[in-house]
Nanobody, 115 residues
Framework: QVQLVESGGGLVQAGGSLRLSCAASRSIFNFNVMGWYRQTPGKQRELVAT???????NYADSVKGRFTISKDSTENTVYLQMNSLKPEDTAVYFCNARTSTIVSWGQGTQVTVSS
């Protein structure tokens, strides 16, 4: 198993920026895909962005052009740069790491965007 620890959430005004970090307890080369998901009360967890082992990325339509996912293999960390934030981006953001057999989740970090 792996421990994933998210940080960087907080309260920001609409139009502002935040950068989320996800620190893994072991090398991120172990994972086929890492990504960020988000969840609001009463709704299912939804994909925000993923980055594959080879570096290819995938984004939800709602965040394309505003969010950027990246990874630093030397720091075993995945980042989510969020720009032009909107109130509808308010959610708990979760880090996710997958191998062919294991899916791991972090505890989540709250992002609140005020209008």
């Amino acid at each position: 198993q792996v421990q994933l620890v998210e940080s960087g959430g907080g309260l920001v005004q609409a139009g502002g920026s935040l950068r989320l970090s996800c620190a893994a307890s072991r090398s991120i080369f172990n994972f086929n895909v890492m990504g960020w998901y988000r969840q609001t009360p009463g709704k299912q967890r939804e994909l925000v962005a993923t980055v594959a082992l080879g570096g290819s990325t995938n984004y939800a339509d709602s965040v394309k052009g505003r969010f950027t996912i990246s990874k630093d293999s030397t720091e075993n960390t995945v980042y989510l740069q969020m720009n032009s934030l909107k109130p509808e981006d308010t959610a708990v953001y979760f880090c996710n790491a997958r191998t062919s057999t294991i899916v791991s989740w972090g505890q989540g970090t709250q992002v609140t965007v005020s209008s």
